[in-house]
C-alpha cells in the first residue's frame, strides 16, 4: 500500500532539543509528512516526542549518512511515495514539507533542495532571514548540486538511482550529495533549488558533538570520495542546461574550492590522507 505521505528521515546525535525543535516544525504538517527520527546516540526519550514520530535506534552511530539510508530504506518497504533526508539542526519556514512535496509534484524526477541560509550561494540568494518570514513562490531553478542538510525525491528515483554511497562517503557525509546529484542527473532526472520552501541551519552543530576537526576531515572526504568515483577531474562531470550562463562544473568546483579554502586545505595536505 503506497503512503502518500512523505518520510522525512531525521538522523540524530545528541542534541535533544533541536530535534525535537524540528520535529515540532514538521508535525504542523501530520498529514504530509511521517516523520522518522534515526537516534544515532541511542539517547532520544520517547515520551518527549509525539507518539506519532517513529524513532529507529540502530544501536551504534551510523553517522549522518547510514543513519538516513537506514531510515530511506525502512521508508521504502513501508510503502512511501517520496522520502526527504533532514538535519536535525533545522528549523524550517510554514508549510515547509507542503512546498517540497508541490516541487517533486510538479517535477517527479528530480532531487531537491529547498532554500536556505547557508553557503550554497544557488540555496541562499532569493532569501536569507527567520522562517518565520519567508515568502515561497512556485520557482524551481536549476541547480549544479544542492546542499545534504536536506533533499527530496521521489521513492521511485530513489529505487532507480540508489541509496547515498556509503563506500565512499560514509563517514561523515560530504560529497554523497553532489555524487547524488551526478547519479539523478546520470538517471534522467533533474538537481532543483525550489523556492517554495526555507530552512534555517544551525551548521554542523551535531556533527561536532561526535568529532573533532569534523569540517577539515569531511571535505578531505568528500575530495578523495570523488576522485575515487570519477577520476581527477570528476568536477567536469556534472552537466547543465544549456540556457544556463555558468556551466554546472565549474559551479560546483566553485564550491568545493570555497570549501578547501575557507579550512586551509590543500592538494599536499589531501594527499596525506
Given at each position: 500500500m503506497v503512503d502518500r505521505r512523505m518520510a522525512v528521515v531525521v538522523p540524530a546525535f545528541g542534541k535533544e532539543s533541536l530535534t525535537?525543535?524540528?520535529?515540532?516544525?514538521?508535525?504542523?504538517?501530520?498529514d504530509l509528512?511521517?516523520?522518522?527520527?534515526?537516534?544515532?546516540?541511542?539517547?532520544?526519550?520517547?515520551?518527549?516526542?509525539?507518539?506519532?514520530?517513529?524513532?529507529?535506534v540502530p544501536g551504534s552511530n551510523l553517522g549522518w549518512l547510514r543513519g538516513t539510508n537506514l531510515g530511506m530504506?525502512?521508508?521504502?518497504?513501508?510503502?512511501?511515495?517520496?522520502?526527504?533526508?533532514?538535519?536535525?539542526?533545522?528549523?524550517?519556514?510554514?508549510?515547509?514539507?507542503?512546498?517540497?512535496?508541490?516541487?517533486?509534484?510538479?517535477?517527479?524526477?528530480?532531487?531537491?533542495?529547498p532554500c536556505y541560509d547557508d553557503s550554497f550561494e544557488h540555496q541562499n540568494r532569493y532569501y536569507r532571514g527567520h522562517p518565520v518570514d519567508f515568502q515561497p513562490r512556485s520557482v524551481e531553478v536549476s541547480a549544479p548540486a544542492i546542499d545534504g542538510t536536506c533533499f527530496a525525491l521521489s521513492s521511485a528515483q530513489v529505487r532507480q538511482t540508489g541509496l547515498l554511497d556509503a563506500r565512499r562517503f560514509g563517514r561523515r557525509g560530504w560529497g554523497a550529495i553532489q555524487d547524488y546529484a551526478i547519479r539523478v542527473r546520470q538517471a534522467g532526472g533533474q538537481v532543483l533549488v525550489t523556492r517554495r520552501a526555507y530552512l534555517a541551519h544551525d551548521r554542523g552543530s551535531t556533527a561536532r558533538a561526535s568529532m573533532s576537526s569534523y569540517e577539515r576531515y569531511a571535505a578531505s572526504e568528500m575530495r578523495i570520495g570523488?576522485?575515487?568515483?570519477?577520476?581527477?577531474?570528476?568536477?567536469?562531470?556534472?552537466?547543465?542546461?544549456?540556457?544556463?550562463?555558468?556551466?554546472?562544473?565549474?559551479?560546483?568546483?566553485?564550491?568545493?574550492?570555497?570549501?578547501?579554502?575557507?579550512?586551509?586545505?590543500?592538494?599536499?595536505?589531501?594527499?596525506?590522507?
Open positions: 525535537r525543535l524540528v520535529v515540532e516544525d514538521l508535525v504542523r504538517e501530520r509528512a511521517r516523520v522518522v527520527v534515526v537516534d544515532n546516540a541511542g539517547d532520544l526519550d520517547p515520551a518527549r516526542f509525539p507518539t506519532d514520530v517513529e524513532l529507529v530504506e525502512r521508508a521504502l518497504s513501508s510503502g512511501a511515495a517520496s522520502v526527504m533526508g533532514l538535519n536535525n539542526d533545522t528549523r524550517l519556514s510554514r508549510s515547509f514539507v507542503r512546498g517540497m512535496a508541490d516541487a517533486l509534484a510538479a517535477h517527479p524526477l528530480a532531487l531537491v533542495g570523488m576522485m575515487r568515483k570519477y577520476g581527477r577531474r570528476w568536477r567536469n562531470v556534472v552537466d547543465t542546461d544549456a540556457s544556463e550562463t555558468d556551466s554546472a562544473r565549474r559551479v560546483l568546483g566553485d564550491m568545493t574550492r570555497a570549501v578547501e579554502d575557507r579550512l586551509g586545505l590543500s592538494e599536499t595536505w589531501v594527499g596525506r590522507r
